[in-house]
Nanobody, 113 residues
Framework: QVQLVESGGGLVQVGGSLRLSCAAS????????MGWYRQAPGKQRELVAT??????NYADSVKGRFTISRDNAKNTMYLQMNSLKPEDTAVYFC????????WGQGTQVTVSS
């Protein structure tokens, strides 16, 4: 069992930056893979970025703007979001897979123009 708690969302202007955090209740060294997903109103949840070991993967829409990372000592995963666009507005969810998928409760990111 692992609990995931996101933080760091908020309201930001176009071109601004935010850093999301996902704190896990268990050692993330034991988690096979972690990632960020997002869901905009009226749309399906979509992959933003994943990290497994040192390997990272990004959606085309965020490549070059977002960076996923993890701090094993703090059991925390991060998503640094730069050059934010209105289309980045969504609820962002933390995801982890350890025998089964786990989800956080989500954090709202709103990019205003």
């Amino acid at each position: 069992q692992v609990q995931l708690v996101e933080s760091g969302g908020g309201l930001v202007q176009v071109g601004g930056s935010l850093r999301l955090s996902c704190a896990a209740s268990a050692s993330i060294l034991s988690i096979d893979s972690m990632g960020w997903y997002r869901q905009a109103p009226g749309k399906q949840r979509e992959l933003v970025a994943t990290i497994a070991g040192s390997a990272t993967n990004y959606a085309d829409s965020v490549k070059g703007r977002f960076t996923i990372s993890r701090d094993n000592a703090k059991n925390t995963m991060y998503l640094q979001m730069n050059s934010l666009k209105p289309e980045d507005t969504a609820v962002y969810f933390c995801h982890a897979f350890m025998l089964r998928p786990y989800w956080g409760q989500g954090t709202q990111v709103t990019v205003s123009s």
